[in-house]
Each structure stands twice: as C-alpha cells, then as structure tokens.
C-alpha cells in the first residue's frame, strides 16, 4: 500500500505528465444478435469449441479489420466448472499469407465485471482502436477474449490469472473452428489487467493447447500488474489516505472477484457498510462508472484487517499471484516511469524475479510515459519483437 500511495503522490505533483486511465462513458451494449448472457453451453461441450459466431456490428469494429465476428466458446469458470465466453476474431485487409494469417490473442485490460462491460458489445475505444489495428496491418489477425462471465453467465473473475489464462487460450482454439484463414502460429498481446491475463496465458499456453497443432511463440505485456497480493493483503482500516479513483476501482475489483471466487473465506465479516457497498457496486458498475463514485479511502472499507481472515494470504497469492517460473516462450515486458494505475515497482520486481529464475524475458522502460502512453511508444519495440518471434 505504501507504494502505491507514493507512487500515486509523485505523480499528482507530478503535472502533464502522468495521469490514470479515462475511458468514454459506458453505452447500452450491442452483442450483434447473439445475447448468450444466459446462456449455458451445451452438455456434451468441451473447453476451446466453437458454440457460435456472428458478424460483428460495423460501429464495434475497428479501422484496420476487414472482416469482424463475434463469438461464443466454452472455456471453465472460476468454480472449475464448463462454462463460456465470449469475443472476437478481427480479419486483416487483403488476401492471407500462405497457411494463413498468424495469430495475436489479445487480452484487454479493466472494464468492469457487469455484462454491459463486455469489450465485444461495447465500441473500442480510441487507444485499443489505434493499438489492435497496427496489428492487423502488420498482417496479424486478432482473437480478443471478453474472459468468462463478461457478457455470459456468472462473474468475470477479475486478475484471477489461471482463468484469465483458460479464456485466452481457449479462445484461440475456438477461431482456429471458425473456418477462417488462421494460422497455427500465435503470441499473446495484453495491457494491464491484460498484462497479467497474458502472462498467465503465457505460462499455461503450452499445457491448455496440447493435443492441438497450435505453435506458440510468446508474449507481449505492458503495465503489467504482479505481486499485488501482498499489497492487498495488508488493506485493512488502517488505509487512511485517499487513492487515486482508478487504482480504488481496481481495489473493488479485486475484492468483488475474490470473494465471488472464494465465498468460503467470507470477505464479508471484515468489510462495513461503505466497503459492502463498494464490491456491490463493482459487480455492476464499469469502469467508467466506478471510477467517478468510489469511495476512495479505502479505510472506510473495512471494520478489521484483511489479514485477519485466515489464510488469505495463500488464496489471494493463488487468485492474483504471477508465476515467475516456467517460461518456455519469449517475454517482452514493456514499463511507463510515469504510469499511475499500474506503478512501475510493479512490473519492475515482476521482471527483476523473472531474470534471477533465469526466464526468457527482456524489459522496455519508457521514462516519461503513463498507462496509456505506454502502449503507444512500446510498438516501436513489440512490433520487432513479434515479427521476431513469428517467423
């Protein structure tokens, strides 16, 4: 906690050159004809398949795709039990390559945990728009998943790793069934929340794909959040300073998701009123929304510490934890000096674990750049970095 509060004290005396993430407000969602928010996958399906795609709405599509689908797979929840998701599959202009287009598993970053969030019934706004069509015009076709319960049954499971890691490859396994020209080769792509999808999906990407021809060949993380368990271990009422509104959102996230993923430790007994209100409104509100009406002391949250729950520290290191071991594929991590949602000592002490394991990783650091801005000044490297890898 106290990093992050330094971290977000600098940058607020700090001006024009840091500044959270602000996205457009939320709009009435668009799911292309196909609403499957109730709809449980069929018995007899199987993780990865295909259950259904959909031409997406025009205005959902982005400048570089030629072509867009949503679609519908089965992929578990957080309860370990089949269940589905939903995304898309973005087709470059022209005519594919040769064994056709390879792949880039895009994983967003936060947008809320209610269905009106989901990423795929909602216009991408502008910086995913610029970002997902660079890609698509170096000659990459895009599967973005919206991660389980994110416009289909249940709660998205926000920062739980191991399920994020399901739902992006399960959903590369899902479009290679659409009939589409895909290659088998493919890499992930994610930023912040996503980030932290991607490396998961990175760690797990050769387990969850065995028994498939799918070639993966690495990842591509920016603002990566990692080692957050301990920081949100020590919450408790004695966080008395008010955070930065985007960083009290994710807060909220976090506690809806755990406590929604791990109900026998009762997260409840040490929240008060104000913090019950708080993951009510964050299994509802996107991000947009939460982030003008959190409580931003997050003190006011709790009647007790959140380490006064037993063993929560294990389960919290088990829902959010990064591994730092296992790497069989490239890592790029890329890190702004200047980013307030996700503080560099975050992704710094993420790559400084990866390096004394001995992982595949390299690190871009962009001094003057915020969550945002990262994204831009690091395709000047990942986009090398993938055409690396890809070949």
Same mark, same amino acid.
């Given at each position: 906690m106290a990093a992050i509060v330094v971290v977000g004290a600098i940058s607020a005396l700090t001006p024009g050159t840091a500044a959270a993430d602000q996205l457009p407000p939320t709009v009435p969602p668009d799911f292309s004809g196909m609403d499957v928010r109730t709809t449980a996958p069929r018995v007899g399906a199987r993780a990865g398949q295909l259950l259904g795609h959909v031409p997406?709405?025009?205005r959902l599509s982005v400048p570089g795709a030629a072509r867009a689908l949503r679609i519908h797979y089965a992929t578990p929840n957080q309860h370990g039990v089949l269940a589905s998701s939903t995304g898309v599959i973005l087709i470059?202009? *022209?005519t594919a390559p040769s064994g056709g287009w390879p792949v880039i598993a895009w994983a967003h970053g936060t947008v809320g945990l209610g269905d009106d969030c989901t990423p795929s019934a909602q216009p991408r706004f502008a910086r995913d728009s610029v970002y997902l069509s660079h890609w698509l015009r170096q000659g990459y076709a895009v599967v973005g998943t919206d991660y389980v319960g994110l416009g289909t049954p249940g709660l998205m499971s926000y920062l739980n790793g191991s399920l994020e890691a399901h739902s992006i490859v399960d959903s590369v396994k899902a479009a290679q069934q659409s009939g589409l020209p895909l290659a088998k080769r493919w890499a992930i792509v994610g930023q912040s929340q996503g980030a *932290?999808?991607?490396m998961a999906g990175a760690h797990a990407? +050769?387990?969850?794909?065995?028994?498939? +021809?799918?070639d993966y060949r690495g990842v591509v993380a920016t603002g990566t959040p990692a080692n957050i368990e301990h920081i949100v271990s020590l919450l408790g009422p004695h966080a008395v300073l008010p955070l930065p509104a985007g960083l009290a959102a994710y807060l909220?996230? $976090?506690? +809806?998701?755990f406590d929604d993923s791990r109900p026998d430790l009762h997260v409840e007994r040490v929240l008060t009123p104000v913090g019950e209100r708080v993951v009510a409104q964050a299994m509802t509100r996107c991000y947009p929304e939460m982030t003008a009406g959190v409580?931003?002391?997050? *003190?006011r949250w709790f009647s007790a510490p959140l380490r006064s729950i037993p063993a929560v520290l294990p389960a919290l290191t088990r829902y959010l934890g990064?591994? $730092?071991t296992g790497y069989d594929r490239p890592i790029f991590l890329g890190q702004g000096l200047f980013d307030v949602d996700v503080p560099a000592a975050s992704s710094l002490s993420l790559y400084a674990q990866l390096r004394a394991n001995n992982q595949p990783v390299e690190l871009h650091l962009y001094p003057d750049r915020d969550h945002s801005g990262t994204v831009y000044a690091s395709v000047r490297d990942s986009t090398p970095f993938l055409a690396r890898i890809m070949r």
């Open positions: 997406m709405a025009p470059p202009h *022209g *932290g999808a991607a990407a +050769a387990a969850l794909s065995r028994g498939t +021809a799918l909220g996230y $976090i506690l +809806a998701g409580e931003r002391v997050v *003190g990064t591994p $730092i």
